[in-house]
């Protein structure tokens, strides 16, 4: 039995920082109980609302900006369009006017102190990100959902399959990569081209080729917008912005007023091994300070891991002549099909399976659609993702202050270089004689996420969060 149907647009998402999980997730989930109070006919009875965070969703839901997600999502605003500029302004407002705008059309009284509580001793057994609604309706009565925020975006509501969407027919099922691998020999078809097909079952080949490129054009202004935007972090951590000032020492003072003009330059500083990894660390981190400053971004497969793909796609792209739409559409094709593979048997959540459910699976990704686009075989392909997840098992989740920033950000470009690596290897190797299958590292991530301590699960409880003095501001 086919465990979940995930297109290419489950596992890449346009959303806002600084995490999929604690940020998106939590926003999706507000949305959603906003839209059932109005399925209900009941929207406009609101008088109250109560927000209770679980887990790992209280334990570091503030550096997290779930408190911040969870308000702009009951007040009916939307991550892939609500202007990232107006979010201080929104959240202020709130909290200072003792108002929320409940679904953009019911105004209820709203204490930001008394009513969103983080319950930091209490968890919920499915899931370490839990958010509890509850409305209280003005005939007495009260309504309330509890959702799971469980990686990447998806939420479940609590008693539903989890089935984000129709179930569709779908002419290659695929739930392991031993699955996949047995429709590419069958048909003979690329990974990407499998997807490709499958994705046909929602929609028409060119409603995808236009989403692809629509997830690409979010990617490069995040790039180009982290590479060009200096200062610090918001936070308290007072982490300074480096991408900007690593791309002013390659490319000099010049400057350029768009991303294709920006490319050429790039290319035109050279190919030694320093300048290209300079580059590819630049892009990572340029991706992930946007994500920590509440930028929009792409999750892939989640927002803490949002710049291993960035970078190698645009190290493909401007040191290996990888700048056309098919190539592009092909790279993220075959990097949302291994997500997707991890989502099924493992998992992308940081708080259930560490680290390595995020930086590693967005290196397996980056690793597997590189080796595509260089001309790998299959075999060769899935042999990328393997090496990329192999050195990344047992990665802790240990933010510092809850922050999306240490050590966060510098983990993205370790992802993108091993990923690039993984790719050479996997080249330059017989697949036929590899002694273990992307099948068993899975299987592996997902044992070492179960046995993994939880305060090594996105909680701040141990690790660097514990060992770096801080002193944060109140929020």
């Not at 691998?181 to 060119?206: D, P, Y």
């Not at 912005?241 to 050429?264: Q, S």
Request: proline fraction near 3%.
């Amino acid at each position: 039995m086919q465990r979940e149907q995930i297109s290419v647009f489950d596992i890449f998402k346009i959303g806002i920082g600084p995490s999929s999980s604690h940020t998106l997730g939590p926003w999706r989930a507000a949305q959603q109980f906003v839209q059932t109070l109005a399925d209900q006919d009941v929207l406009t009875l609101v008088s109250e609302v109560k927000i209770l965070l679980y887990g790992s969703l209280a334990k570091t839901g503030k550096g997290h900006g779930t408190d911040i997600a969870i308000l702009l999502g009951l007040s009916g605003d939307d991550p892939v369009t609500f202007d990232v500029n107006a979010i201080d302004h929104k959240i202020s407002q709130i909290k200072n006017d003792h108002k929320l705008m409940l679904g953009g059309q019911q105004e209820i009284n709203f204490s930001y102190e008394d009513d969103l509580l983080f319950l930091f001793s209490e968890s919920l057994p499915f899931h370490p990100n839990a958010v509890t609604f509850q409305a209280f309706l003005n005939n007495g009565k009260a309504v309330s959902g509890t959702y799971y925020s469980i990686g990447g975006g998806f939420v479940v509501k609590d008693g539903d399959s989890g089935q984000g969407k129709t179930e569709v027919d779908l002419p290659f099922p695929i739930d392991t990569a031993g699955d996949l691998l047995h429709w590419c020999i069958k048909t003979g078809l690329k990974i990407s081209e499998v997807v490709m097909e499958n994705e046909l079952a929602w929609r028409s080949e060119q409603e995808t080729r236009s989403g692809v490129l629509n997830i690409f054009r979010v990617l490069k202004e995040c790039i180009y917008r982290g590479c060009h935007t200096m200062g610090h972090l918001p936070g308290g951590l007072n982490v300074a912005r480096r991408a900007a000032t690593l791309n002013k020492r390659l490319i000099g003072d010049a400057v350029y007023t768009n991303f294709d003009e920006w490319l050429v330059a790039i290319r035109k500083t050279g190919m030694s091994f320093k300048n290209i990894l300079d580059w590819v660390s630049c892009f990572a981190l340029a991706v992930n300070e946007e994500n920590a400053s509440f930028g929009r971004v792409v999750t892939a497969p989640t927002n803490g891991a949002a710049g291993v793909i960035p970078a190698v796609l645009g190290y493909y792209m401007m040191f290996c002549d990888g700048y056309t739409d098919d190539k592009v559409i092909q790279f993220i094709l075959t990097a949302s099909e291994v997500g997707s593979i991890f989502k099924k048997g493992a998992t992308i959540s940081a708080a259930m399976g560490g680290c390595q459910a995020e930086i590693g699976v967005s290196s397996a990704m980056a690793a597997a659609a590189l080796t595509e686009c260089l001309g790998g075989s299959q075999r060769q392909v899935l042999m990328a993702a393997e090496i990329a997840m192999e050195h990344h098992l047992g990665m802790t989740c240990d933010p510092i202050g809850g922050l999306v920033q240490i050590p966060c950000i510098e983990r993205n470009t370790m992802g993108a270089i091993k990923a690039i690596t993984a790719s050479q290897l996997a080249l330059q190797t017989n697949p036929d004689n590899a002694k273990v299958s992307l099948d068993a590292v899975v299987k592996t991530m997902w044992q070492t996420a179960q046995d993994m301590n939880s305060k090594y699960k996105e909680t701040a409880d141990g690790g660097l969060a514990i060992n770096i003095p801080i002193s944060l501001p109140e929020c």
